[in-house]
Nanobody, 127 residues
Framework: EVQLVESGGGLVQAGGSLRLSCVVSGFTNDDYAIGWFRQTPGNERAEREKVSCISISDGYTYYNNFAEGRFTISSDNAENTVFLQMDSLKPEDTAVYYC?????????????????WGQGTQVTVST
């Protein structure tokens, strides 16, 4: 069974930084991808928005436009952990951030392609 546990969320002022972590377990090889997605609080019916994705096998990365240049996704394969470094945070980045896993990824960073999800971690950016 694939399990993901996020951590690292919190309250930060605009312009600040946070590093989210996603510890992954249950895969028997590295042919999978991890994606970070976010959802605005109080809007559970809204689609989860793609943030960034990474292929564990070859390191390919994808960033949504708003994340490009501010966020960095990386993986520590020895520790089975994927990180999302978020810099220059803005109030509009406030959301619950989820990591999700996909076996045999075809480089499509969209929520419906990912079947295993963590519980989410709250990120709040104040003005």
């Amino acid at each position: 069974e694939v399990q993901l546990v996020e951590s690292g969320g919190g309250l930060v002022q605009a312009g600040g930084s946070l590093r989210l972590s996603c510890v992954v377990s249950g895969f028997t090889n590295d042919d999978y991808a991890i994606g970070w997605f976010r959802q605005t609080p109080g809007n559970e019916r809204a689609e989860r928005e793609k943030v960034s994705c990474i292929s564990i096998s070859d390191g390919y990365t994808y960033y949504n436009n708003f994340a490009e240049g501010r966020f960095t996704i990386s993986s520590d394969n020895a520790e089975n952990t994927v990180f999302l470094q978020m810099d220059s945070l803005k109030p509009e980045d406030t959301a619950v951030y989820y990591c999700a896993a996909r076996l045999h990824w075809f480089r499509l960073c969209v929520p419906e392609q990912f079947g295993s999800w963590g519980q989410g971690t709250q990120v709040t950016v104040s003005t």
